[in-house]
């Protein structure tokens, strides 16, 4: 079993490693600094286990995973984050608050190891709810080739739908996202988006004209 | 006589259409008497317009003296003071212009009665309203004030919660002790002594303490030995203090929430090394201390960066100096510098 932990301080992966010294099977195969690292690990090794820090730099743990399309079972550590920790209990998934305990680490490994199908699900549904916190509500992280590109929320102009994908309009240009209209919908709520067409939402902001039809 | 506030500007029109409207009584009830229209018209202007000269007196005067005891007595006494002396002005200098014309003289002693009653009515009304418009305007100023001391408390309980230590900083220090405990003992053993230094240090202090410069940046130190531990390869600090400020003061606890503000930001919002960069200077008996750290323009969010801690300093800034402008915050080719000016006293 492949593991790679994401955490941007290293004594909190020395933590982790240490604890996984009792699992011969789980091999880690990489450490991250950062969700960008992160992202690159996954694609490249394609593990079967993540553990996951919250807040990173640049983009959050939350972040790093709606860019992975199919994301491994992920064990989050996290210190104190609210949101975060609302996020896991809505979906009961399993959370390591740190410090953690040896004991506590373990349940977690069991439980991640009867229950494997699961937890893919859960992530999706983990990640959704997060995406509604006031941090992220902020901002929309999409890939863009090879690079990853924080696209801030007032700069969307509109999203159009497109298949599997939507279309984020910016001044800078398209981008796409592997998200429904739904969601995008849901975690644009707070601002001042109007979903106007089964295939659009727009940004009220930046409405110069409108024709009456 | 003090000038009109803007805020009472909007009734000069008023004021002066009431006295325009009674100079045009006036002198058409003094042509029914049979007087000549010029005396009318020099008569019913010269009186209207001190009268209302006097009414504005009081109004003005209102301003600056509102009686609290026996208010009433004094609408009075101010009333017949002032319409006796107006009504003396007016017959000296209308007998002085035409005392040649002994029916226009006749006229003017025998109506001296009802003028001094117009006189008496018309300050009195005035003292009235502008006595009512000053009670209340007074009594809207003692709500706005309460209400202000309330807002201050809670801003002041607020703040002191804010005070107590970042928990995401506390839980994350405890994980790496936590890390430390096995392989390097000794190294945990100094990050929790570091770790309690640093709690009593916030524990301690109140809000109006001073402390020296030297002593604030060695609690500084601290804090960034703790963050160092944390993020070691990553965090890089320059500290650069001028020469023979060490004595200077500054409220205590103030750095280190700047400084954990510019770390925050500069850590999260970049990837790879982090400089940041502490100045402290002196300049024109006020210490400058100027706080730099990186950050990424183009994703730099100020809403979550410089929201919640920042703002309470400036707050708490605020409270102690009565100033403004004493936090202030820039970009400069990626970098976010925050200065915090802090005035000596003298």
Known sequence: MKCIIIDDEPLARMMVKEYLQAYPDIEIVQECNDGFEGIKAIQQYQPDLIFLDIQMPKINGFEMLELIDDPPQVIF??????YAIKAFETHAADYLLKPFSKERFDKAIQKLLL??????????????????????SNRIVVKD???IKIIPVPQIQYVEAADDYVKIHTADGLFLKKKTMQYLEDSLQQQQF?????????NTQLITRIDPY | MASL??????YIPFFVGWALLWIFIQWNVLLKFGITETEAIVDSYLSNILLAASCFMVFNNMKYYLPKNEKYWYIVAVSFVLSCCWLIIIRVILWYIFKNDEHYISTLQQSSTIRFGFAFLMIGCMSTISLLYYTQKDQQRTIEQQKEIQQ?????????????LQPHFLFNSLNSISALTATQPENARHMIQQLSDFLRGTIKKDDQHKNSLAEELQYLELYLDIEKVRFGHRLKTEINVAENIQQMELPSLILQPVVENAIKF????????????????KEDETLVVTVQNPFDAETAQPLQGTGFGLASIKRRLFLLFARQDLLQTKTENDHFITTIIIPQAI
């Open chain 2, 5 to 10: 506030n803007k805020n009472n500007a909007k």
């Open chain 1, 115 to 136: 229950q494997k199908n699961n937890a893919v699900n859960n992530t999706q549904a983990i990640v959704e709810t997060a995406s509604r916190s006031v941090v992220q």
């Open chain 1, 77 to 82: 550590t996290t210190a104190f984050e609210e």
């Open chain 2, 152 to 164: 201050l408390a809670k801003d002041a309980e607020l703040f002191k919660l804010r005070q107590q």
């Open chain 2, 266 to 281: 500069g850590l999260y919002d970049t990837i790879g090394e982090v400089t940041i960069s502490i100045a402290a200077k």
């Open chain 1, 145 to 147: 080739g090879g690079k």
């Open chain 1, 194 to 202: 109007i979903r106007v067409h089964r295939s659009f939402i727009i």
